[in-house]
């Protein structure tokens, strides 16, 4: 069984790109759960172990954006949780470089607010993943040794992105004080969303990779999954 996990996304691009990612997610036959509680992490973790704690038959579990770091937290605080594995996409394991810019006032509500509704959290919430924060998270939210962990990221040229994700990505492949691996999907840096086995880095920004709105890198990423659960 697999199990597809995510906080609300905007409305206006969450009904087009879930129904979208449903349709390409068909094959793998998994249960939806949208997140739409809102709080931090740890709010944010027992939602999901509120529907996750139903399920009596073991099950890969697939975390999509913020979400993957709920389920992280929820994974190494609840032992009776049946995973055999945690497939991240697009996940700031590593902090946020906007999240830092953002907490120190460096970067303006209007650039932040269309990227929180992406990730379905208040730009309040936002500033739990700054750089700092999520070091110590990491320390608490450790890999059991019984589930398997990967991860899967994006990253695009600016004028690749979607038009949603342009400034957010201009200001990180600028920043000099936060220097990045490589390029970014528009909301994380490519180093910011590396966890346990990295699979796979993906062409394309953030949304497309759960095919908002291109179908095609929502495709990839299922194949990916398929690819992997098949190998267990």
Same mark, same amino acid.
């Given at each position: 069984?697999?199990?597809?996990?995510?906080?609300?996304l905007?409305?206006?691009?969450?009904?087009?790109g879930?129904?979208?990612?449903?349709?390409?997610?068909?094959?793998?036959?998994?249960?939806?759960?949208l997140?739409?509680?809102?709080?931090?992490?740890?709010?944010?973790?027992?939602?999901?172990?509120?529907?996750?704690?139903?399920?009596?038959?073991?099950?890969?579990?697939?975390?999509?954006g913020?979400?993957? +770091?709920?389920?992280?937290?929820?994974?190494? /605080?609840? @032992?009776? %949780?049946?995973?055999k !594995?945690?497939?991240t =996409?697009?996940?700031?394991?590593r902090?946020?470089?906007?999240?830092d810019?953002?907490?120190?006032?460096?970067?303006?509500?209007?650039v932040?607010?269309?990227?929180c509704?992406?990730l379905?959290?208040?730009?309040?919430?936002f500033?739990e993943?700054?750089?700092?924060?999520?070091?110590?998270?990491?320390?608490?939210?450790t890999?059991?040794?019984?589930?398997?962990?990967?991860? +899967?990221?994006?990253?695009?040229?600016?004028? /690749?992105? @979607?038009? %949603?994700?342009?400034? !957010?990505?201009?200001? =990180?492949e600028?920043?000099?004080?936060?220097?990045?691996?490589?390029?970014?999907?528009g909301?994380?840096?490519h180093?910011e969303?590396k966890?346990?086995?990295?699979?796979?880095?993906?062409?394309?920004?953030?949304?497309?990779?759960?095919?908002?709105?291109?179908?095609?890198?929502?495709?990839?990423?299922?194949?990916?999954?398929?690819?992997?659960?098949q190998?267990?």
């Amino acid at each position: 069984m697999i199990v597809f996990c995510a906080n609300s996304l905007p409305q206006v691009i969450a009904n087009q790109g879930l129904r979208q990612f449903q349709v390409i997610l068909q094959s793998l036959k998994p249960q939806l759960i949208l997140n739409q509680c809102g709080g931090d992490i740890e709010t944010r973790s027992q939602y999901f172990k509120k529907h996750l704690s139903k399920f009596n038959e073991p099950f890969h579990l697939i975390g999509y954006g913020i979400a993957g +770091l709920d389920l992280r937290y929820l994974l190494s /605080q609840n @032992s009776n %949780i049946r995973a055999k !594995s945690l497939i991240t =996409i697009g996940t700031p394991h590593r902090g946020s470089i906007l999240s830092d810019l953002y907490r120190r006032k460096r970067i303006e509500d209007d650039v932040i607010e269309p990227i929180c509704r992406v990730l379905g959290v208040r730009q309040s919430f936002f500033e739990e993943i700054n750089s700092e924060n999520i070091r110590d998270f990491n320390l608490v939210a450790t890999n059991q040794e019984a589930i398997k962990y990967f991860s +899967l990221n994006a990253e695009t040229e600016v004028g /690749q992105m @979607s038009q %949603i994700y342009q400034a !957010s990505g201009t200001i =990180i492949e600028s920043e000099k004080e936060y220097p990045v691996e490589s390029g970014s999907d528009g909301v994380f840096a490519h180093n910011e969303t590396k966890w346990g086995q990295h699979v796979a880095t993906l062409d394309c920004d953030h949304g497309a990779m759960i095919g908002i709105p291109n179908q095609r890198n929502g495709e990839q990423t299922v194949d990916i999954i398929q690819q992997l659960i098949q190998d267990f």
